[in-house]
C-alpha cells in the first residue's frame, strides 16, 4: 500500500470517528430537581410527582424518594409546572417555572395536610438560583445582544465579557480557551 492510500485511509477513519464522538456537545435540556416535606419540614417519600411543559402539553411523572427527592432529567427548556400529590395532603401545583439552557432548577414543594380534593398553586416569580453545583453560566437573549454596543470589528467572544468570573486579561494571556487573545476566566 502507497503512503498516500494510507494517508487517505486514515483520514477517512479519521472523520468517520470525527462524527460518532463529536468533541463538544452543547445541552439543550434542563432539569428540575427538589425535595418533598410536609408542614413540620419532615420528607414525604414515595409523592407523585408530575412535571409539565405548559407550551408543548409534555408531562413526566416521577415520585419522591425515600429521603423526599425527586429529579425530572432531560427536560427540553420551556415554561414548566411541577404537580405534587399524595394521599392525606393537599395537592401542590408550582406554575410560572421557566427553564433554560443546562439549568437545574430546584422547586422544593411543602405540602399540606388536606383533603386530597383541595390543591395549592403557588407561583414561581423568583428568579431561580442554582444551588445543587457551582456552575457559573448566563443566558444573553437575542434582544440583549442587539442593544449592545458592539465595536466595529464585530468581535461576538466579547459577550462572554458580560458573564460571571470573566475578565479581560493581557493580550498574552494563556488562558484563552477559544475565546481569543486577551480573554480569561477570573479566579
Known sequence: MTPLGMSLRILVLLAILGEAFPLSVQVEQAT????????????????????????????????????????????????????????????????????????????DVKLEIGQVTQERTVKADAQLVQTDDATVSQLINSQEIRELPIPANRNMFRLALMGGGMSRGPASSVTTSGFGPGFGIAA
Open 32 to 107: 428540575i430537581l427538589g425535595t418533598v416535606t410536609d408542614s413540620s419540614g419532615d420528607v414525604v417519600p414515595g409523592a407523585s410527582v408530575s412535571v409539565l411543559n405548559s407550551g408543548a402539553g409534555e408531562r413526566r411523572a416521577t415520585r419522591s424518594d425515600d429521603r423526599g427527592n425527586y429529579q425530572a432529567p432531560a427536560l427540553n427548556i420551556g415554561a414548566y409546572e411541577v404537580i405534587v400529590e399524595q394521599p392525606g395532603f393537599r395537592k401542590q401545583t408550582v406554575s410560572g417555572i421557566t427553564l433554560v439552557v443546562n439549568q437545574m432548577a430546584r422547586i
